[in-house]
């Protein structure tokens, strides 16, 4: 008999149920009750108390005289009510409560299963609702469970459990169980009739949100997030706006000695963050894209949102980035696709060396040997053919080897920058 008060006691907090709606479950499952044992519940009260945890079961039934009852559902006796209180008189109603015990052992069994499983439903769809609401949002849990292909974290907030596959992971992450995690609620789905949050540490809004947490002009909305791309764990871009001419939206956003964006960066495994000025100037645009590298000039076909960039010899490597990452994220920011060029304009050929610089690989005799014959510089030096070398200065072919060795690296290495 205590089962179903009991049940309903343990879901009376109903942490992710509001009042109202686990008042209308309960009576509707009372009166369910009601029906198969009375037919209808047309003359009853179900009353619930949220507060105490506990219920009322009422039967109301107009009192007529003996002999004149014609329907026992609506009607009752004057001398039956009076056995259940000596002061009711004809044409009351008659209150008569009605205990769990009345309705069987199977019945009760039943109805608290009905119960156990509408609450059940009703906490699914509050979850799912509740945390629609949220996505976007960062949420901060604890590891609850490590499978094969993705993390079980209990939100610190409201103990639901949440899910954090290995695709949205980053490359430098690495947690045991116990271990606190923050994430992005990047989608809610219905798996099974169960709701599923997935969380996010590579999605892009996972980086925007913690700008956002960082820096308040941001959240006060003095400076927009225009656009944020990445290679998470490796790299981003992201381009701010300010609408405000007193404020410096990079600065803000780097914060004192880069105070507010180490932080970032250690969150998410040293992952390296260029933050640039947004403008809807598209040749501006892509020189701030490929910041660390300086271009000199920009060749743009804005029909077909391509870009010809040219760079100094060695701002090249730098446009191009460790495996391509910065000019694929500079393209992706910009919506250009780039394509990057040596400066050849009135370039001249690199610049000759002097052989003395090369004083810390090359000895002394043989730099006054080779200046004996009229070589002063590198380049000098290289014009000759081998042959030659060894015929004017007496060198033994072994040093002369090594010589042009040395000589011709450090072109090659300018040349490679």
């Known amino acids: 008999m205590m ?5 309903f006691s343990e879901f009376k907090a109903g942490k992710n149920i509001d009042r109202p709606t686990m008042v209308r479950v309960l009576e509707d499952v009372f009166r369910t009750l009601i029906r198969k044992k009375f037919g209808t519940d047309e003359n009853f009260d179900v009353i619930v108390n949220t507060t ?3 219920l009322e079961l009422w039967r109301v039934r107009e009192i007529v005289p003996d002999g004149e009852v ?3 559902r609506s009607q009752i006796s004057i001398s039956e009510a009076l056995a259940i209180d000596e002061d009711y008189e004809i044409g009351e109603e008659c209150y008569e409560q009605l205990h769990l015990e009345d309705f069987g052992r199977r019945a009760i069994m039943a109805a608290r299963q009905t119960l156990i499983s509408r609450i059940m439903e009703l906490e699914k769809d509050e979850v799912y609702r509740r ?9 901060v849990g604890e590891v609850h469970q490590i499978l094969k292909r993705e993390l079980l974290i209990l939100d610190d907030a409201t103990g639901t459990e949440l899910v954090l596959p290995r695709t949205e992971m980053i490359k430098g992450d690495f947690f045991r169980k116990g271990d606190m995690v923050r994430g992005v609620i990047k989608k809610v789905e219905m798996k099974n009739n169960n709701p599923v949050v997935i969380l996010s540490r590579t999605d892009s809004l996972f980086l925007e949100k913690l700008l956002e947490q960082e820096v308040p002009e941001i959240e006060d909305g003095l400076i927009t ?7 998470p764990g490796d790299r981003a871009k992201v381009a701010v706006e300010s609408y405000d001419d007193r404020i410096d939206p990079v600065g803000a956003c780097v914060g004192m000695k880069g105070s507010r964006i180490h932080g970032i960066v250690r969150e998410l495994r040293n992952e390296n963050i260029d933050i640039v000025n947004y403008t809807n100037n598209a040749t501006l645009f892509i020189q701030r894209a490929l910041t660390p590298a300086k271009v000199t000039t920009i060749d743009l076909d804005l029909d077909k949102q391509h870009a010809n960039v040219f760079l100094e010899p060695d701002q090249v490597s730098l446009a191009i980035g460790k495996g391509g990452t910065n000019i694929k994220l500079a393209s992706r920011l910009t919506g250009f696709e780039i394509d990057v060029y040596r400066n050849t304009v ?3 050929e690199i610049d000759d060396v002097d052989l003395e610089e090369f004083k810390d690989e090359i000895d002394d005799w043989v730099i006054d040997a080779l200046k004996s014959i009229g070589c ?8 000759l053919k081998k042959e030659e070398l060894l015929r004017r200065t007496d060198l033994e072919e072994e040093t002369v080897d090594e010589v042009l060795r040395i000589l011709a690296a450090e072109f090659e290495e300018e040349e490679g920058q």
Do not use: F, M
């Open 3 to 7: 089962n179903l008060v009991d049940t």
């Open 52 to 54: 105490k945890g506990d």
């Open 70 to 72: 014609t329907d026992d």
């Open 131 to 139: 945390y629609s609401e949220r996505v976007g949002d960062i949420i």
């Open 225 to 231: 997030v225009r656009r944020i791309v990445r290679i």
């Open 346 to 348: 009135d370039e001249i």
């Open 376 to 383: 002063d510089t590198a380049r000098n030096v290289l014009e």
